[in-house]
């Protein structure tokens, strides 16, 4: 009897819990929220663990290189619990499809990997970095979201409190990329005479954030929010290379992202002192979410609450994580490098 084939359209009914007997997918799903992929960019290599989320410079995020994290400890775990629910892995497949983030009606899906549960024994490379991807995968708007499934690809004799139908999602998780960040979300707008008439601000001034109520609160920060940078200085940087353009674009980046730092420190202060209490939960400030996100990295396991409260009390500390997010130092040495390679060659 041949193969079955490898299942490409998973399921069409949403059965809930009561409907669905079975038992030990709650210990498989937790085996399975082990697993982690490696996005490589061109300055250096992030990696994000089911259930979790990545900032991508948007201009990077439609060329990442991306592999799932499998080992040898990953798969004799996950079989552990796949045996005390009685199925094989080898009737399983891992899929992972893409989505768009957008909440957008025209909003596309695609299928982009299907391997068999035994590849996870190992790393495996899903894309090389700037190799050819479907149109979900280079949404620099949104980004996208990569959904990992292990899927049921054959159908097995029914039994009590086993899944038997082909096609059914085992286990299931997400691992989000996005480009909601200070390069993608605040982009810089041009800072004319004009303007600088309206804002009342001098002739010479090239940069100006300007912060129309408060910040904390928003849920959509560029509503509140408008960076101003030298229209001159603007035009410039756009026409330099790569290198020199992440070398200038850096200078109002760090001069946003201190002022963003120390107006939500600010604003956190003076509610205290009121006497005011504001509980982030990491959905209800997109101020605060940005620079949580930024900062995690290098938190440990502190809670967003206790971000709050770090912000509040240390805005510097806080300012040094945002600003070294996503490889800065190495994307900044490795821009000073290629300036002075091109220097050299210029001279000699």
């Known amino acids: 009897m041949p193969d079955a084939q490898p299942v490409v359209k998973f399921r069409s009914r949403s059965e809930g819990r009561i409907l669905r007997p079975f038992a030990n997918l709650d210990a498989i799903q937790e085996c399975f929220n082990a697993l982690s992929i490696i996005v490589n960019y061109q300055f250096g290599e992030e990696g994000i663990q089911l259930g979790g989320s990545l900032e991508i410079p948007a201009r990077y ?10 080992s040898s400890e990953f798969l004799a775990s996950l079989k552990s619990c796949l045996e005390r629910a009685e199925i094989k892995a080898s009737d399983l497949r891992f899929a992972l499809i893409a989505h768009d983030s957008g909440r957008s009606p025209l909003r596309e899906s695609e299928l982009v990997s299907l391997l068999p549960i035994e590849s996870l024994s190992e790393p495996q490379q899903l894309f090389a970095r700037e190799s050819t991807r479907g149109r979900p995968m280079r949404n620099g708007f949104d980004g996208y979201v990569l959904e990992a ?139 605060l979410k940005l620079l949580f996100t930024r900062s995690k990295k290098y938190l440990g396991q502190m809670t967003v609450g206790d971000f709050a409260v770090k912000l509040r009390e240390q805005p510097q500390l806080i300012l040094s994580h945002c600003l070294s997010a996503g490889s800065m130092k190495n994307l900044l040495q490795t821009s000073a490098e290629q300036i002075m390679g091109d220097t050299d060659a210029t001279q000699a």
């Open 61 to 70: 995020l439609a060329d990442v290189g991306i592999r799932v994290d499998g």
């Open 149 to 287: 499934q292990i899927v049921l690809n054959t159908a097995l004799e029914p039994a009590p409190l086993r899944p038997s139908l082909r096609g059914t999602i085992i286990a299931s998780g997400d691992f989000r990329l996005s480009t909601n960040d200070i390069s993608s979300s605040l982009q810089p707008r041009p800072l004319t005479n004009l303007v600088r008439k309206e804002k009342d601000l001098p002739n010479d001034s090239w940069f100006f954030v300007e912060i129309h109520e408060e910040i904390i609160d928003t849920l959509a920060l560029g509503e509140v929010v408008q960076v101003w940078v030298d229209d001159e200085f603007l035009r410039k940087t756009s026409l330099m290379t790569s290198a020199e353009r992440t070398m200038s674009e850096h200078i109002f980046i760090v001069s946003t992202m201190t002022t963003l730092v120390y107006e939500a420190s600010k604003d956190l202060k003076d509610r205290q002192s009121r006497g005011e209490q504001f509980e982030f939960d990491g959905t209800n400030s997109a101020l």
